[in-house]
């Protein structure tokens, strides 16, 4: 049976919540291991709890770092039918400052102006987690792998969803694609890297940032595994795949992507004010489509029984 055929229940939605409220095991935590790519061994904090706890390194949350999420109220009041609920989740764990241009494109994904968080740019909007770099510098040292996300908001959106989309920013020359391939460094290092478990989500993705004119090639696909192994999200502990079905799919957009995303001003994408100011143009918008289209057919698959 494909992910694309599987069905949720709504007993399995009631008990992810359940579990991530009390801190018992998820069931995407209980499956088999998967390699553990991208471990963070370089992270200054090793997890969301290190980070807000620390007192070797401590930060302070409102001036190092921000978190802004949203979950939709939703109920089903109803004895004679199903009311629908959120399936899809959209992430930005790397925002801010960390990797630039994640966190605006984490907001207009899920149907909200970068620029304001109460403004709905699209009927249709999805539930959002965002940790951002606050700092003027060192933003990097913010920075904790995805596997190793453990904020409890983050975890509980995750697991009471069937989907998520996590956005992250990376830099083309530590993909190590060969020469040979359709997007060499010294052409147009302009690349987006579809990952996760989920393989239904990842080729609704590729297919539909390559039809929208953003190269994009999946993390799994044969010709490139080997050398994007790093950056496929591929273990069952990636936040990305904590979901009520155990997969959920990634972005690694690269850095000169990122940028022409936005405008073309000296400071357009360096810094928040910048991109907050400069994201309403056609190709910003064609990407986040490109992704709300993506979303959209795999939701339109999934049955709630």
């Not at 992250?168 to 290092?189: N, R, V």
């Not at 050398?227 to 502990?237: E, I, N, Q, S, W």
């Not at 990122?258 to 907050?276: A, N, Q, V, Y």
């Given at each position: ?24 095991p ?9 390699p ?19 007192t070797e ?7 190092d ?5 949203r979950?939709?109220?939703q109920?089903d ?5 199903t009311?629908p ?18 966190s ?15 403004t ?31 904020d409890?908001?983050a ?17 083309y020359?530590?993909?190590g ?16 890297v ?6 239904i ?15 994009a ?10 050398h ?54 056609a ?17 339109a ?5």
């Amino acid at each position: 049976m494909t992910l694309s055929q599987r069905t949720a229940s709504r007993r399995t939605i009631l008990t992810a919540l359940a579990a991530a409220t009390a801190g018992a095991p998820l069931v995407s935590q209980l499956a088999g291991a998967a390699p553990a790519y991208a471990t963070g061994e370089n992270d200054t904090y090793k997890t969301n709890t290190d980070l807000y706890t620390s007192t070797e390194h401590p930060v302070v949350e409102g001036t190092d770092y921000g978190r802004r999420y949203r979950l939709h109220p939703q109920q089903d009041r109803y004895l004679s039918r199903t009311e629908p609920f959120k399936k899809t989740a959209v992430m930005a764990i790397h925002g801010g400052q960390i990797e630039r241009g994640t966190s605006e494109l984490c907001l207009a994904i899920a149907g909200y102006d970068p620029a304001d968080v109460d403004t709905a740019l699209s009927p249709t909007t999805y539930d959002y987690w965002m940790f951002e770099g606050m700092r003027s510098e060192n933003n990097s040292e913010l920075h904790v792998t995805a596997v190793n996300c453990d904020d409890h908001v983050a975890r509980g959106l995750a697991a009471t969803h069937l989907n998520v989309l996590s956005l992250h920013g990376c830099k083309y020359s530590q993909l190590g694609m060969p020469e040979t391939a359709i997007w060499p460094s010294t052409a147009d290092p302009k690349l987006v890297v579809v990952g996760g478990l989920n393989d239904i989500f990842r080729e609704r993705l590729v297919t539909e940032l390559n039809q929208a004119g953003f190269p994009a090639v999946d993390a799994f696909d044969p010709d490139h595994a080997a050398h994007l192994k790093d950056f496929a999200g591929g273990a069952a502990t990636n936040i990305c795949n904590r979901t009520a079905l155990g997969a959920g799919a990634q972005l690694e957009i690269t850095e000169d992507l990122r940028r022409s995303l936005f405008g073309t001003g000296e400071h357009d994408f360096d810094w928040k004010s910048g991109r907050i100011g400069s994201w309403k143009n056609a190709r910003f918008t064609a990407f986040t489509d490109a992704c709300r289209r993506a979303i959209a057919t795999v939701e339109a698959g999934q049955t709630i029984l």
